[in-house]
């Protein structure tokens, strides 16, 4: 293992929805922390960046915990959309969903922050990276805004993205906008399963309800029309 490495962690990590549970947060940990951080050659098998290979006997030593904890545990992951595995007889890959997001390529491992960056700075660098991933599709100005309030975290960014950008084909930008961040709020009380799935049913759900009455008082706002700033001011009257 290369101890003179490291991995990034935000601060919106408090705000995971398992924080609070031991056993996944140090298995989430645990697998973050054991991911390659470059592609690397097992058994003449290319196990990628933000993948690692191990078996749930291997994790239950280096953890302390039962083949049955971490079972369940690598379950939840898996449902939330933070982990993803291949199972072979002999052998499990476990990939980090969103490692790229967290940790830069572009730097040198064995580099050392020599700054600390704001919590602003350190938000406008991961939404920069969304960019530089997907030039040709970017994440719209409703998700990110959604990503600077704390209401999703970076792994659910591109997934969250998606789904905005399927209800704007059908709704106004100030709907989708509103009612995301109001659905988005209402998870942050509840413990649910699939983040994802459980946003898009509740959105377009909301969406839904008396849209037709919200038609005919307010007018369609193309996404052109709207702005990051006019959109923050929009939306302080709901506050």
Known sequence: ????????????????????????K?????????????PKNW?????????????????????GMSPQEIRTAINKLI??????????????????????????SSEETTSKPTKRATNKQVKVEVVKKIYEQ?????????????????????????????VILECLELYNAVDVAIKSEYVLKQMSTKQVAN?????K?????????????????NELVSNDDVDMDELDEFLTQFK
């Open 195 to 199: 983040r994802i799935s459980y946003f």
């Open 79 to 104: 449902d939330s959309n933070d982990l993803t595995k291949k199972t072979t007889n002999k052998y499990t890959i476990i990939t980090v969903v969103g490692y790229d997001v967290r940790q830069n």
């Open 26 to 38: 140090d298995v989430y940990l645990h697998c973050l922390l054991s991911a390659n951080f470059k």
């Open 1 to 24: 293992m290369d101890n003179d490495t490291y991995i990034r962690l935000y601060r919106s990590f408090l705000n995971w929805q398992f924080y609070s549970d031991r056993n996944v």
């Open 134 to 162: 997907e030039p040709k599709e970017p994440i719209h100005y409703i998700t990110e805004r959604l990503f600077e309030n704390n209401l999703i975290n970076q792994n659910e960014v591109v997934l969250i993205d998606s």
């Open 201 to 217: 049913t509740s959105l377009i759900t909301n969406l839904n309800k008396d849209y037709q009455q919200s038609q005919i008082k």
């Open 43 to 63: 058994k003449g098998e290319i196990i990628g960046r933000g993948s690692f290979v191990t078996t749930y006997k291997k994790l239950s030593e280096e953890l």
